[in-house]
Protein backbone atom coordinates (compact mmCIF):
# COMPACT_ATOMS: atom_id res chain seq x y z
CA UNK A 1 0.00 0.00 0.00
CA UNK A 2 2.99 2.17 -0.09
CA UNK A 3 2.54 3.33 3.65
CA UNK A 4 3.13 1.40 7.01
CA UNK A 5 -0.31 0.79 7.72
CA UNK A 6 -1.99 -2.30 7.46
CA UNK A 7 -5.04 -4.41 7.36
CA UNK A 8 -7.48 -6.54 9.42
CA UNK A 9 -8.98 -9.54 7.86
CA UNK A 10 -11.92 -8.61 7.14
CA UNK A 11 -13.94 -10.92 9.23
CA UNK A 12 -12.25 -8.58 12.06
CA UNK A 13 -13.18 -5.46 10.52
CA UNK A 14 -16.00 -3.27 10.90
CA UNK A 15 -19.02 -5.39 10.10
CA UNK A 16 -17.39 -8.64 10.28
CA UNK A 17 -17.50 -9.26 6.92
CA UNK A 18 -16.41 -12.86 5.07
CA UNK A 19 -16.93 -15.27 2.35
CA UNK A 20 -18.39 -13.37 -0.77
CA UNK A 21 -19.34 -10.28 1.50
CA UNK A 22 -15.31 -9.43 2.06
CA UNK A 23 -13.59 -6.66 0.26
CA UNK A 24 -9.81 -6.58 -0.03
CA UNK A 25 -8.43 -3.16 0.45
CA UNK A 26 -8.08 -2.20 -3.44
CA UNK A 27 -11.87 -3.04 -3.63
CA UNK A 28 -12.98 -1.08 -0.92
CA UNK A 29 -13.75 2.38 -0.98
CA UNK A 30 -14.43 2.98 2.90
CA UNK A 31 -11.02 2.32 4.44
CA UNK A 32 -11.50 2.31 8.55
CA UNK A 33 -9.19 3.90 10.80
CA UNK A 34 -9.30 2.56 14.25
CA UNK A 35 -7.72 5.24 17.04
CA UNK A 36 -8.01 4.70 20.47
CA UNK A 37 -6.48 7.96 21.64
CA UNK A 38 -6.74 8.90 25.19
CA UNK A 39 -4.60 11.97 25.79
CA UNK A 40 -6.49 14.84 27.18
CA UNK A 41 -9.41 13.58 28.68
CA UNK A 42 -10.59 15.51 31.42
CA UNK A 43 -13.62 13.67 33.22
CA UNK A 44 -14.77 9.48 32.73
CA UNK A 45 -11.72 7.92 30.49
CA UNK A 46 -11.98 4.99 28.39
CA UNK A 47 -11.57 6.09 24.78
CA UNK A 48 -8.56 3.90 24.52
CA UNK A 49 -11.09 1.44 24.15
CA UNK A 50 -13.88 2.86 21.68
CA UNK A 51 -12.46 1.55 18.50
CA UNK A 52 -12.55 -2.35 19.69
CA UNK A 53 -15.83 -1.79 21.08
CA UNK A 54 -17.19 -0.35 18.13
CA UNK A 55 -15.52 -3.06 15.95
CA UNK A 56 -17.11 -5.82 18.21
CA UNK A 57 -20.81 -4.33 17.66
CA UNK A 58 -20.80 -3.59 14.51
CA UNK A 59 -20.54 -7.71 13.86
CA UNK A 60 -24.12 -7.41 15.45
CA UNK A 61 -25.41 -4.61 13.04
CA UNK A 62 -27.71 -5.57 10.35
CA UNK A 63 -26.70 -5.35 6.88
CA UNK A 64 -29.96 -4.09 4.87
CA UNK A 65 -30.82 -0.58 5.50
CA UNK A 66 -34.43 -0.03 5.32
CA UNK A 67 -33.93 3.82 3.86
CA UNK A 68 -31.83 2.27 1.08
CA UNK A 69 -33.82 -0.92 0.63
CA UNK A 70 -30.79 -2.64 0.02
CA UNK A 71 -27.63 -3.89 1.73
CA UNK A 72 -25.86 -0.82 0.93
CA UNK A 73 -22.22 -1.96 1.94
CA UNK A 74 -22.33 -3.84 -1.20
CA UNK A 75 -21.78 -0.77 -3.57
CA UNK A 76 -18.47 0.94 -1.80
CA UNK A 77 -16.96 -2.17 0.04
CA UNK A 78 -15.52 -1.67 3.79
CA UNK A 79 -11.94 -2.71 4.54
CA UNK A 80 -10.57 -1.87 8.65
CA UNK A 81 -6.75 -0.54 8.80
CA UNK A 82 -4.86 -2.02 11.93
CA UNK A 83 -4.79 0.43 14.54
CA UNK A 84 -1.30 2.06 14.27
CA UNK A 85 0.94 2.97 17.14
CA UNK A 86 -0.09 6.15 18.54
CA UNK A 87 2.45 8.63 19.98
CA UNK A 88 2.88 10.00 23.39
CA UNK A 89 2.34 13.95 22.41
CA UNK A 90 -0.67 15.20 21.13
CA UNK A 91 1.23 17.22 18.43
CA UNK A 92 2.97 14.17 17.17
CA UNK A 93 -0.10 12.70 17.11
CA UNK A 94 -1.69 15.29 14.83
CA UNK A 95 1.29 14.73 12.51
CA UNK A 96 0.58 11.04 12.43
CA UNK A 97 -2.94 11.37 11.78
CA UNK A 98 -2.81 13.79 8.87
CA UNK A 99 -0.08 11.28 7.46
CA UNK A 100 -2.65 8.51 7.98
CA UNK A 101 -5.46 10.07 6.61
CA UNK A 102 -3.11 11.74 4.07
CA UNK A 103 -2.25 8.21 2.86
CA UNK A 104 -5.82 6.94 2.66
CA UNK A 105 -7.15 9.73 0.40
CA UNK A 106 -4.07 9.39 -2.03
CA UNK A 107 -5.14 5.65 -2.71
CA UNK A 108 -8.58 7.05 -3.16
CA UNK A 109 -10.24 5.55 -0.19
CA UNK A 110 -13.25 7.75 1.75
CA UNK A 111 -11.15 7.75 5.57
CA UNK A 112 -13.50 7.33 8.34
CA UNK A 113 -11.60 7.50 11.90
CA UNK A 114 -12.76 5.45 15.04
CA UNK A 115 -12.20 7.42 18.17
CA UNK A 116 -10.34 8.07 20.83
CA UNK A 117 -11.11 11.37 22.47
CA UNK A 118 -12.49 13.84 19.94
CA UNK A 119 -9.06 16.23 19.81
CA UNK A 120 -7.53 13.62 16.74
CA UNK A 121 -10.10 15.51 14.65
CA UNK A 122 -7.68 18.45 14.30
CA UNK A 123 -5.43 16.18 12.98
CA UNK A 124 -7.45 14.44 10.34
CA UNK A 125 -8.76 17.35 8.87
CA UNK A 126 -5.18 18.56 7.83
CA UNK A 127 -5.12 16.41 4.95
CA UNK A 128 -8.79 17.88 3.31
CA UNK A 129 -7.52 21.36 4.05
CA UNK A 130 -5.08 20.79 1.40
CA UNK A 131 -7.04 18.73 -1.11
CA UNK A 132 -10.19 21.61 -0.69
CA UNK A 133 -10.36 25.56 -1.54
CA UNK A 134 -12.79 25.33 1.25
CA UNK A 135 -14.12 22.67 3.44
CA UNK A 136 -17.07 22.76 5.56
CA UNK A 137 -17.31 20.40 9.02
CA UNK A 138 -20.34 19.26 10.32
CA UNK A 139 -20.11 18.60 13.88
CA UNK A 140 -22.47 16.84 16.28
CA UNK A 141 -21.62 17.43 19.60
CA UNK A 142 -22.34 18.56 23.36
CA UNK A 143 -19.71 21.24 23.66
CA UNK A 144 -18.76 23.56 21.06
CA UNK A 145 -14.99 22.75 21.49
CA UNK A 146 -14.07 26.37 20.87
CA UNK A 147 -11.56 26.62 23.72
CA UNK A 148 -8.06 27.79 22.57
CA UNK A 149 -6.67 24.89 24.60
CA UNK A 150 -7.35 23.21 28.05
CA UNK A 151 -5.43 22.90 30.89
CA UNK A 152 -2.50 24.09 29.11
CA UNK A 153 -2.79 21.24 26.32
CA UNK A 154 -3.47 23.41 23.39
CA UNK A 155 -4.77 20.30 21.29
CA UNK A 156 -6.84 19.61 23.94
CA UNK A 157 -10.44 17.53 23.36
CA UNK A 158 -11.55 20.77 24.56
CA UNK A 159 -10.18 22.86 21.38
CA UNK A 160 -11.06 20.40 18.68
CA UNK A 161 -13.17 22.64 16.71
CA UNK A 162 -10.59 26.25 17.87
CA UNK A 163 -7.90 23.89 16.61
CA UNK A 164 -9.48 22.87 13.07
CA UNK A 165 -10.40 26.63 12.12
CA UNK A 166 -7.17 27.60 12.48
CA UNK A 167 -7.35 26.21 8.68
CA UNK A 168 -8.79 29.57 6.95
CA UNK A 169 -10.92 27.54 4.69
CA UNK A 170 -12.72 25.54 7.31
CA UNK A 171 -16.34 25.89 7.95
CA UNK A 172 -18.00 24.88 10.96
CA UNK A 173 -21.79 23.62 11.63
CA UNK A 174 -22.39 22.39 14.86
CA UNK A 175 -25.58 20.52 15.82
CA UNK A 176 -26.66 19.89 19.49
CA UNK A 177 -24.17 22.19 21.40
CA UNK A 178 -25.38 22.48 25.11
CA UNK A 179 -22.17 23.44 26.40
CA UNK A 180 -20.09 26.75 25.81
CA UNK A 181 -17.58 28.28 28.25
CA UNK A 182 -17.88 32.12 28.45
CA UNK A 183 -14.19 32.03 26.91
CA UNK A 184 -15.25 30.64 23.90
CA UNK A 185 -18.00 33.38 23.09
CA UNK A 186 -15.39 35.82 22.21
CA UNK A 187 -13.93 33.75 19.82
CA UNK A 188 -17.82 32.33 18.46
CA UNK A 189 -18.61 35.97 18.19
CA UNK A 190 -15.50 36.49 16.30
CA UNK A 191 -15.90 34.18 13.99
CA UNK A 192 -19.91 34.08 12.70
CA UNK A 193 -19.15 33.62 8.96
CA UNK A 194 -17.26 30.74 10.05
CA UNK A 195 -19.65 29.25 12.52
CA UNK A 196 -23.10 28.21 12.80
CA UNK A 197 -24.37 26.71 15.79
CA UNK A 198 -27.45 24.91 16.26
CA UNK A 199 -28.42 24.66 20.16
CA UNK A 200 -29.94 21.46 21.47
CA UNK A 201 -32.19 24.20 23.61
CA UNK A 202 -33.35 25.18 20.16
CA UNK A 203 -33.79 21.82 18.20
CA UNK A 204 -38.05 22.11 18.39
CA UNK A 205 -37.30 25.46 16.17
CA UNK A 206 -35.07 24.35 13.41
CA UNK A 207 -35.31 21.66 10.88
CA UNK A 208 -32.80 19.44 9.32
CA UNK A 209 -32.63 21.00 5.96
CA UNK A 210 -31.77 24.37 7.53
CA UNK A 211 -28.51 22.42 8.97
CA UNK A 212 -28.41 21.41 5.40
CA UNK A 213 -28.80 24.82 3.92
CA UNK A 214 -26.13 26.08 6.40
CA UNK A 215 -23.89 23.26 5.59
CA UNK A 216 -23.60 24.45 2.12
CA UNK A 217 -23.22 21.95 -1.29
CA UNK A 218 -19.67 21.92 -1.55
CA UNK A 219 -16.88 18.90 0.24
CA UNK A 220 -18.19 18.08 3.93
CA UNK A 221 -16.43 15.93 7.05
CA UNK A 222 -18.69 14.38 9.49
CA UNK A 223 -17.25 14.87 13.09
CA UNK A 224 -19.66 13.03 15.73
CA UNK A 225 -18.88 13.17 19.02
CA UNK A 226 -21.14 10.73 21.11
CA UNK A 227 -21.94 12.96 23.57
CA UNK A 228 -23.74 15.15 21.16
CA UNK A 229 -26.62 12.21 21.84
CA UNK A 230 -28.59 12.45 24.78
CA UNK A 231 -27.43 11.25 27.95
CA UNK A 232 -30.28 8.80 28.24
CA UNK A 233 -29.00 6.90 24.71
CA UNK A 234 -24.97 7.71 25.15
CA UNK A 235 -24.17 7.34 28.69
CA UNK A 236 -20.94 5.62 27.73
CA UNK A 237 -18.76 8.72 27.05
CA UNK A 238 -16.49 11.05 28.91
CA UNK A 239 -19.15 13.61 29.95
CA UNK A 240 -22.78 12.39 29.12
CA UNK A 241 -25.24 15.71 28.86
CA UNK A 242 -28.81 15.65 29.28
CA UNK A 243 -30.92 17.69 26.20
CA UNK A 244 -29.00 16.17 23.23
CA UNK A 245 -30.03 14.97 20.01
CA UNK A 246 -31.92 11.77 19.65
CA UNK A 247 -30.77 9.15 17.05
CA UNK A 248 -33.68 10.29 14.27
CA UNK A 249 -32.29 13.98 14.91
CA UNK A 250 -28.91 12.79 13.57
CA UNK A 251 -30.45 10.53 10.78
CA UNK A 252 -32.41 13.29 9.39
CA UNK A 253 -29.61 15.57 9.21
CA UNK A 254 -26.99 13.38 7.81
CA UNK A 255 -29.84 12.32 5.23
CA UNK A 256 -30.24 16.26 4.09
CA UNK A 257 -26.79 16.97 3.95
CA UNK A 258 -26.00 14.23 1.74
CA UNK A 259 -28.83 14.78 -0.28
CA UNK A 260 -27.34 18.39 -1.55
CA UNK A 261 -23.29 18.09 -0.51
CA UNK A 262 -20.53 15.24 -0.73
CA UNK A 263 -19.49 13.97 1.88
CA UNK A 264 -15.65 13.13 1.77
CA UNK A 265 -14.88 12.07 5.07
CA UNK A 266 -15.82 11.93 9.08
CA UNK A 267 -14.77 10.47 12.88
CA UNK A 268 -16.87 9.17 15.59
CA UNK A 269 -15.13 9.67 18.71
CA UNK A 270 -15.68 9.76 22.01
CA UNK A 271 -16.73 6.57 22.81
CA UNK A 272 -15.84 5.05 26.69
CA UNK A 273 -17.63 1.91 26.73
CA UNK A 274 -18.76 0.19 30.13
CA UNK A 275 -19.42 -3.19 30.10
CA UNK A 276 -23.02 -2.82 31.56
CA UNK A 277 -24.11 -0.38 28.17
CA UNK A 278 -23.27 -2.53 25.38
CA UNK A 279 -26.39 -0.43 23.93
CA UNK A 280 -23.80 2.54 23.46
CA UNK A 281 -21.63 0.52 21.44
CA UNK A 282 -24.27 -0.79 18.87
CA UNK A 283 -25.41 2.99 18.58
CA UNK A 284 -22.05 3.80 17.82
CA UNK A 285 -21.03 1.13 15.07
CA UNK A 286 -24.75 1.53 13.26
CA UNK A 287 -23.99 5.08 13.26
CA UNK A 288 -20.41 4.55 11.74
CA UNK A 289 -22.64 2.27 9.20
CA UNK A 290 -25.04 5.11 8.40
CA UNK A 291 -22.79 7.79 7.91
CA UNK A 292 -20.88 5.07 5.02
CA UNK A 293 -24.19 4.56 3.73
CA UNK A 294 -25.28 8.27 3.06
CA UNK A 295 -21.44 9.20 1.81
CA UNK A 296 -21.54 6.35 -0.57
CA UNK A 297 -24.51 4.78 -1.39
CA UNK A 298 -26.36 7.22 -2.60
Known amino acids: MGSELEFMAPEDGFLGLSGADAFNAEQAKAWILPFGLEESV ?131 VSVGIRNISAGEVPFLEANRDRISIFWAKDKNRWTAQQVAEAVGKGPVYVSVDLDGFDSSLMAATGTPEPGGLFWQDVMDVLEAVAAQAQIVGADVVELAPRPELHACDFLSAKLVYKILNYSLAR
Open 42 to 172: SYGGGTALGPQAILDASHQVELFDEVFWSEPFRKYGVATLCQPQIAASLPRVMEDLDRHVQTILDHGKFPLVLGGEHSLTAGTIRPFSRAYEQITILQFDAHADLRDGYEDEPYSHAAAMCRCLDHDNVRL
